[in-house]
């Protein structure tokens, strides 16, 4: 007759150990009150989402910055909310990527875009910041461009001699909240493609696609 030690062996030996965190997911912004639901904090916004859908929370603080885990799709990945402010973002993201020696193609990040429609995104391969204070720190602190991102409409300024910064730290106006949190519904899509490496078959499916 077995004794309980025996099937608390069994047990454990049942036990799966968990999977290594392979991916970063990154969600750009600005900390503080004074900047939630601003347009720059977009990424903030996304990564809020995504932690609540997995049921997780993005609180822990590390790499100068608040993360948490998840897994998606099957892949292991570390969210993260740099908490450096937004032109420097990049420190917080080499911090994590060196500590998991994840390469920039495993960091996919989510940022705020003014260049076009709130409901709409734009997945993109690799490139240049594009003006993005934020993208740009990635990209230097990494000393690479050659990492994912998905890029939230934020709404186009209504002229061009607007001050961008002032357009993109004012806040989401709340008519247009609900079309931002409708988009955040696609990332569970876009992100398990990007982490199983289909990153063209999520540009195909979701590139202009509008909520």
Not at 172 to 178: F, K
Request: glycine share 10%.
């Amino acid at each position: 007759m077995s004794s309980i030690f025996d099937l608390f062996k069994k047990i454990e030996k049942k036990e799966e150990p968990s999977l290594p965190i392979s991916h970063i997911i990154v969600g750009l912004g600005n900390p503080g009150e004074k900047y939630q639901k601003t347009r720059h904090n977009a990424g903030f916004l996304a990564i809020d989402y995504i932690s609540e859908k997995y049921g997780t929370r993005c609180d822990r603080v590390k790499f100068k910055g608040l993360c948490g885990e998840a897994t998606i799709g099957g892949v292991r990945v570390l969210l993260l909310k740099p908490q450096t402010f937004m032109n420097l973002s990049g420190e917080s993201i080499a911090e994590a990527s060196k500590f998991y020696k994840i390469p920039p193609e495993k960091i996919i990040v989510l940022s705020d875009d003014a260049s076009f429609d709130v409901g709409k995104l734009r997945i993109r391969k690799s490139g240049s910041a594009g003006g993005h204070n934020g993208l740009k720190s990635v990209i230097e602190c990494l000393g690479s461009d050659k990492f994912p991102r998905i890029k939230l409409g934020v709404g186009q300024k209504p002229n061009p001699d607007y001050d961008i910064a002032d357009w993109v730290l004012a806040k989401i106006p709340s008519e247009l909240e609900p079309h931002l949190y409708d988009l955040f519904t696609c990332l569970p899509d876009i992100l398990a493609l990007l982490l199983k490496g289909e990153i063209e078959k999520a540009m195909c499916d979701f590139n202009g696609i509008s909520k």
